[in-house]
């Protein structure tokens, strides 16, 4: 079992990545703990989230492309080593709250209430939540209509707005599970094609620094991969 050592850390995250966790120690914030999980947010070029198992096997989740590869990353060694920090001089962090025992008390309601509200808040979901029930309905003509407006490109996109395209392509190739899934494979083929398309300039027009729009690319290339 490999339990969380700053030694450890610095074995499963290799040198570089080690020393460049260094540097952001200073931008861990939001740190929760429950149970052997801690949660933390690290600001890089953009904000990622953080997850650490920290119970007899250590094991860490974290929303960059390198994490998402498998990889023990520089926000997952900064949050590791505030935590470790914490464990040797008293913890300051709070218990996180128990948001499954939340939304489990809330009724149908309540929850598609909450969700609905979050998706006008959030046009990445508001997206994926369409492409979903467009899908489910077999409604290929919406799809086309809203996965061309999320995904064609006309003009260089800025790496503020790389996130929420990156995951319109991941919508789109769960939009094609969804099609193939429900009997619809050749509007699935077609409305894969039409995704290779729309994205084929993607890699060149999308300011892409941490590298989530090409992972998005590998799984419209490969829907097996996360």
């Known amino acids: 079992m490999t339990s969380l050592t700053r030694e450890t850390l ?7 990545s080690f020393e460049r966790g260094l540097d952001y120690l200073g931008r861990v914030t939001g740190l929760l703990h429950r149970n052997d999980s801690v949660t933390a947010t690290v600001s890089g070029t953009r904000r990622y989230r953080v ?6 096997r250590f094991s860490w989740d974290c929303d960059c492309p390198w994490a998402q590869e498998g990889n023990c990353c520089k926000h997952v060694v900064a949050v590791a080593l505030v935590h470790l920090y914490e464990q040797e001089h008293g913890p300051t962090a709070p218990a996180a709250p128990d948001v499954e025992a939340h939304l ?5 309601d309540e929850l598609l209430a909450l969700l609905l509200a979050e998706a006008d808040r959030s046009p990445a979901l508001s997206l994926d939540l369409q492409v979903r029930a467009a899908a489910s309905a077999g409604d290929t003509d919406a799809l086309r209509t809203l996965l061309e407006g999320a995904l064609r490109l006309t003009s260089p996109v800025p790496w503020e707005q790389a996130a929420d395209y990156a995951r ?4 789109a190739v769960d939009a094609v599970g969804l099609l193939a899934s429900s009997d619809r494979a050749e509007e699935a083929m077609e409305l894969s094609g039409l995704l290779h398309t729309l994205t084929e300039d993607a890699e060149d027009m999308v300011e892409d620094p941490d590298g989530e729009v090409l992972a998005a690319l590998e799984h419209l290339r490969d829907p097996t991969s996360p």
């Open 51 to 56: 997850r650490l198992d920290t119970g007899t």
């Open 10 to 16: 610095h074995d499963l995250a290799g040198r570089k």
């Open 168 to 171: 319109a392509v991941h919508s």
């Open 104 to 108: 489990r008390s809330l009724d149908r």
